[in-house]
């Protein structure tokens, strides 16, 4: 069974920096690109960044590009999301997908 | 990008009748258009996969239609607990999935 538990969220200022961590269980980890999904409060789905399976390629959505980084630690099974020069619209769910597998989400809160 | 529109936003429907949902792309995504169900405080359930395979453990109930630009989600009699959000999303673009806004199935 398909397992995404995604961690490091929290509540950060204007400005400031957070790591999100998607440790992966279930599957060939290293088999698969993975992808990172948010949802502001109260909005639909926005997708925000993606990964090969061997983190030679990545992907950014315009609203986030320059500041987020994506990045894969096959040996470790986990996906990460650094994130920075954060925003309040940033305020989102964040969820760690793969194919059409998904977490259950991590909140991240920027707000003075 | 592929933007994908759902209509309506907001669906009214009585306990028992059926329910349709539509979405639509800008440019053909031929089958590879996904529905999801969520409900407050949960992650994206995927209903629906392929256009019209239903994923793992989703009853008979739920079943889509549809190819290219235009795509269907129908409940065939609605229950308690299928009142929710449902999204569409194509994953033909990859990486640049798009999701639609929502359609929100509520009572009547």
């Known amino acids: 069974e398909v397992q995404l538990v995604e961690s490091g969220g929290g509540l950060v200022q204007p400005g400031g920096s957070l790591r999100l961590s998607c440790s992966a269980s279930?599957?060939?980890?290293?088999?698969?690109?993975m992808h990172w999904v948010r949802q502001a409060p109260g909005k639909g789905l926005e997708y925000v960044s993606a990964?090969?399976?061997?983190?030679?390629?990545?992907y950014y959505a315009d609203s986030v590009k320059g500041r987020f980084t994506i990045s894969r630690d096959n040996s470790k099974n986990t996906l990460y999301l650094q994130m920075s020069s954060l925003r309040a619209e940033d305020t989102a769910v964040y969820y760690c997908?793969?194919?059409?597998?998904w977490g259950q989400g991590t909140l991240v809160t920027v707000s003075s | 990008e592929i933007v994908m529109t759902q209509s309506p936003a907001t669906l009214s429907v009585s306990p028992g009748e059926r329910a349709t949902l539509s979405c639509r792309a800008s440019?053909?995504?031929?089958?590879?258009l996904a529905w999801y169900q969520q409900k407050p405080g949960q992650a994206p359930r995927l209903l629906i996969y392929?256009?019209?395979t239903r994923a793992t453990g989703i009853p008979a109930r739920f079943s889509g239609s549809g190819s290219g630009t235009e795509f269907t989600l129908t409940i065939s009699s609605l229950q308690s607990e299928d009142f929710a959000v449902y999204y569409c999303q194509q994953y033909n673009n990859w990486p640049q999935w798009t999701f639609g806004q929502g359609t929100k199935v509520e009572i009547k």
């Open positions: 440019q053909s995504v031929s089958s590879n």
């Open positions: 392929g256009a019209s």
């Open positions: 990964i090969s399976s061997n983190g030679g390629s990545t």
């Open positions: 279930g599957f060939t980890f290293s088999s698969y690109a």
């Open positions: 997908v793969k194919d059409l597998d």
